[in-house]
């Protein structure tokens, strides 16, 4: 049987990963101050874009996702491991994205997992490293970084 700290740190830990989601589809990106620590590494690489530092991360999502028409970050079946105040998750991404090609609506999906290293802070549980591991891309617009593969 879990223990209330358990739980709480579960739920905690899953609004964390939410927290994300929501931020980067209302393309709020000083949301993100709050979600992870100063020192956090954030690695796009497996589907086309950037690793670093909070900073760099959000001057890329700034940059490219006003690219897109819209965007949703479905993450499900997370599943955490804490051991004190550190843990680790993974959670599935859905992420269907739409953009303009040629004047015309254009719908594509990519799916992948996250895969966190999470800390707790005298602020609550925070991203110390997130990891995007690259599962598919279905109908990606021509020149999408992360189609190949």
């Avoid at 992870?36 to 590494?41: E, K, R, W």
């Avoid at 959000?58 to 996702?65: G, N, R, S």
């Avoid at 015309?104 to 999906?109: D, K, Y």
Wanted: glycine share 6%; hydrophobic share 40%; proline share 6%.
């Amino acid at each position: 049987m879990l223990s209330l700290q358990e739980v709480s740190d579960r739920l905690e830990l899953e609004d964390l990963v939410h927290a994300y989601s929501h931020a980067v589809d209302a393309r709020d990106w000083d949301a993100l101050d709050e979600l992870f620590t100063p020192d956090a590494t954030i690695d796009y690489t497996e589907m086309g874009g950037p690793r670093g530092d909070l900073a760099s991360t959000k001057a890329f999502l700034a940059e490219v996702m006003p690219l897109m028409t819209s965007t949703q970050h479905l993450v499900a079946t997370s599943r955490f491991v804490v051991d004190g105040d550190s843990a680790t998750g993974r959670s599935i991404c859905f992420n269907p994205m739409a953009v303009e090609v040629a004047g015309a609506p254009h719908t594509f999906f990519c799916g992948l997992w996250y895969r966190d290293t999470f800390v707790r802070t005298a602020a609550g549980w925070r991203f110390a490293d997130r990891y995007e591991e690259r599962s598919y891309v279905h109908n990606p617009p021509p020149g999408f970084p992360a189609a190949e593969g």
